[in-house]
């Protein structure tokens, strides 16, 4: 036989043909978990995303557009300024699916039963295929409940940023069946620290009208059609709403300086703006820019949870089905021991992560709920930094479990590894959300009694679970030194209140798996470290994907 046409043995097949939603037990629980009596109707609008998430044409498109990254034209052919950005069709591909399938804003105006409950799950299942293309789907999510701080701008914008119609290109909004929202907060000089930022919006004739000079740092998916932008007004650091395209058809003053060259997250434009004498709307009173975009903030806070679960579970879904087919030294890998304790590891960990962004997803359901407000602002940050910064530990163990295999491209696990640090940098990095939690603890009694309440549901369950919360009361009992110890309290808080909800709503033996290692200390620390007496095998088997 010729060695050229010698066929494969003993490889895993590519993990395409299977239902991404029905195929994750874990997703599965926390829709049924959350929707209650919605659940059926929320599973079955989820067939058509979970179908085309795990095909090989959504796999190959999200490895065709991190590729072919975006390029940057500032000038057309005649030296004419545009400042645009042109994509691969695999992009604009991703981008039509997600935005058909109401991944952006969607749920704000929808009739139909838990809409945010229902994206989150899409979410999930989606954007691991390509979780560049999650950012202004993201940020157009978010920008609906920040505009709403003006009647007459959320009249104006909400139903086109929540169209399913994608209607790429610079061009008068008004005239476009569907747009795109971003947003422009931090600059060189402060990062997160927005309130050093030296933009400057200077009021014109026109009641709210503005124009800004100055610049932003990282603005992302720069062909959107309106950004969301902090600068400062004559009352203090102000929000206004800024559109590439004027109402007269005519390009806003404002340049694409470049792009970012990134670690990843490669399909996805991430720009340098120069604003000189760019017009914008103020959206909110002068001196609250903060407050008004904070709500925009909350929602992207949120995504980054769910995408990084997106992450971990198409890492569990790689490790759990490469091991299902594999053998080596003279069984499957799925038999052996040592790997059940790894992909079981792994497979709570992100069942975990999931469960949390799904009951912060249901929350916004009841966004007027005195509970839901107060765990809201203080689960948010508390699951930002915990599950976001434990995301590229979980995606390279998920690597290591495809040998040499995983390192190479075309497994798509280095494109998950590349994406996983990003989602703890976003929205605030690990130690701006660990003292967003204590800012909440500090200032607003409601949250603690909220997370009390959450961590009460499974009062005398388990003596570890008592224990934690018992942990946390005297952690917060001396406030003195509580920024040195944000960190500790933030994973403290979060790890418990991911055990309240595994035992509430998980299998048994996943809970008891979880409880056992992260609360009670029996883990050395590492994946594949889980004590004696779990149901490892069943976890793992439990979390692997099935085709058809």
Same mark, same amino acid.
């Given at each position: ?18 239902? %991404? ?19 059926? %109707? ?37 030296? !004419? ?6 994509? *691969? ?58 505009? $709403? ?22 061009? !008068?909004?008004?005239?476009?069946t569907g747009i795109l929202a971003g947003m422009g907060m931090t600059e060189k000089q402060g990062g997160s620290d927005? $309130? ?16 800004? *000079? ?30 590439? =395209? ?19 997250? $490669? ?105 839901? /407000? ?14 976001? /910064? ?34 703890? +940098? ?62 500790? +309290? ?43 007496? =779990? ?6 088997? $439990? ?6």
């Amino acid at each position: 036989m010729d060695p050229l046409q010698r066929a494969s043995t003993n490889q895993a097949a590519p993990l395409v043909g299977y239902d %991404a939603v029905s195929s994750d037990a874990a997703l599965v629980a926390a829709v049924r978990a959350f929707a209650g009596d919605d659940a059926p %109707a929320v599973l079955s609008s989820l067939e058509p995303v979970g179908r085309l998430a795990g095909s090989a044409e959504a796999r190959e498109h999200g490895m065709l557009a991190n590729q072919n990254e975006p390029v940057h034209h500032p000038v057309d052919r005649y030296g !004419n300024r545009v400042d645009e950005i042109a994509f *691969h069709p695999s992009w604009h591909w991703m981008m039509r699916q997600g935005i058909g399938f109401g991944l952006h804003a969607t749920p704000w105006v929808s009739d139909q039963p838990q809409p945010h409950l229902r994206r989150a799950a899409a979410y999930v299942a989606w954007t691991h295929n390509d979780p560049g293309h999650g950012c202004p789907l993201t940020m157009t999510y978010a920008a609906v409940p920040a505009l $709403r701080a003006d009647d007459a701008q959320a009249k104006q914008w909400t139903a086109l940023l929540a169209s399913t119609s994608y209607d790429f290109g610079l061009r !008068n909004p008004a005239e476009k069946t569907g747009i795109l929202a971003g947003m422009g907060m931090t600059e060189k000089q402060g990062g997160s620290d927005v $309130r050093t930022n030296v933009t400057t919006a200077t009021p014109t004739a026109v009641d709210g009208e503005y124009v800004l *000079h100055g610049h932003k740092w990282f603005t992302s998916a720069p062909m959107n059609d309106l950004f969301l932008v902090l600068a400062q007004a004559p009352g203090g650091l102000t929000c206004f709403v800024v559109p590439r =395209v004027l109402p007269d058809g005519t390009r806003n003053p404002l340049q694409v300086v470049r792009l970012k060259d990134k670690l990843g997250n $490669r399909s996805n434009a991430s720009s340098e703006l120069e604003f000189a004498g760019t017009w914008g709307v103020r959206l909110g009173d002068e001196g609250r820019g903060v407050r008004t975009i904070i709500e925009m903030v909350a929602s992207t806070r949120l995504d980054c949870v769910l995408g990084s679960s997106a992450l971990m579970r198409r890492s569990v879904a790689e490790a759990t089905w490469h091991a299902a087919q594999r053998s080596a030294f003279g069984a499957p890998l799925s038999q052996q021991p040592a790997m059940q304790n790894v992909l079981a590891d792994l497979a709570i960990e992100s069942e975990a992560a999931t469960l949390l962004g799904l009951r912060l997803a249901a929350s916004v359901e009841r966004s007027d709920d005195e509970h839901e /407000k107060a765990l809201r602002r203080i689960a948010l940050p508390l699951a930002k930094f915990w599950v976001c /910064k434990r995301t590229p530990f979980h995606v390279a163990e998920a690597l290591e479990v495809l040998g040499g295999n995983g390192y190479v491209e075309e497994s798509g696990m280095p494109l998950l590894f590349r994406e996983s640090p990003l989602n703890s +940098i976003w929205e605030g990095s690990g130690n701006v959300n660990a003292l967003d939690v204590l800012r909440a603890l500090q200032r607003e009694p409601q949250a603690l009694e909220a997370w009390l309440t959450e961590m009460g549901a499974v009062r005398g369950y388990d003596p570890r679970v008592d224990g934690i919360v018992d942990d946390v009361l005297v952690e917060l009992a001396d406030l003195d030194d509580a920024e040195f110890r944000a960190r500790r +309290i933030a994973g403290q808080m979060a790890v418990a209140l991911q055990a309240s909800l595994l035992i509430r709503h998980s299998d048994p033996g996943v809970s008891d798996a979880f409880v056992a290692s992260r609360i009670g200390g029996d883990w050395a620390g590492a994946f594949g470290t889980l004590p004696r007496g =779990v149901e490892a095998a069943r976890i793992a088997e $439990r979390a692997t994907p099935i085709l058809g």
